[in-house]
T-cell receptor, first 112, second 117 residues
């Protein structure tokens, strides 16, 4: 079993719709959870972090964490074609950036 | 402000040769990390420097890989001798602090693409 699992996609949504990206992790003592966006050939960019159960909102992005189910998700509201990218889920046992464990990423395609 | 820069961006070498990858972190960032992604797999942690010291090198695959950060500024990752399975993208990242809090984040470089033939 992979430590962090994501559906590779592609996830296709029309412009203006809500994109829902999901991630499960295997280590129950994981502390910190991150979402990165990576455009093709570019560097991963941190877009969201979450530590506590529940929702965290930042603009059009909402991260949701359920530690009991070992599940973290990212919702993108009012999806735009510029959101088309690969979204990487990363988990760490620490309260920061030490030794991030990544999933393989979900490719999101937003069609105009 | 310049981001994390990596050199070379692409490298093709023959099996058995040596390659040295360089990473220049964002100025003032004490924490420097190396990750790599082999084809079709997830990005995996290699090691973490705090200034010039190796904080965690548990992800280094074997003794063919040597990372240094002399003076706590730029870092190099040497692969010697290179094997076919070393092909992939090597990412460097940096952060001011290794804990997450408002105003502190981690920045990745665009990666060094290594192909061993």
């Amino acid at each position: 079993q992979k430590e962090v699992e994501q559906n590779s996609g592609p996830l296709s949504v029309p412009e203006g719709a809500i994109a829902s990206l999901n991630c499960t992790y295997s280590d129950r003592v994981s502390q910190s959870f991150f979402w990165y966006r990576q455009y093709s050939g570019k560097s991963p960019e941190l877009i969201m972090s979450i530590y506590s159960n529940g929702d965290k909102e930042d603009g059009r992005f909402t991260a949701q964490l359920n530690k009991a189910s070992q599940y973290v998700s990212l919702l993108i509201r009012d999806s735009q074609p510029s959101d088309s990218a690969t979204y990487l889920c990363a988990v760490t046992l620490n309260t920061g950036f030490q030794k991030l464990v990544f999933g393989t990423g979900t490719r999101l395609l937003v069609s105009p | 402000e310049a981001g994390v820069t990596q050199f070379p961006s692409h490298s093709v070498i023959e099996k058995g040769q040596t390659v040295t990858l360089r990473c220049d972190p964002i100025s003032g960032h004490d924490n420097l990390y190396w990750y790599r992604r082999v084809m079709g797999k997830e990005i995996k942690f290699l090691l973490h420097f705090v200034k010039e010291s190796k904080q965690d090198e548990s992800g280094m695959p074997n003794n063919r890989f040597l990372a240094e950060r002399t003076g706590g500024t730029y870092s190099t990752l040497k692969v010697q001798p290179a094997e076919l399975e070393d092909s992939g993208v090597y990412f460097c990242a940096s952060s001011q602090d290794d804990r997450y809090y408002s105003g502190n984040t981690i920045y990745f470089g665009e990666g060094s693409w290594l192909t061993v033939v």
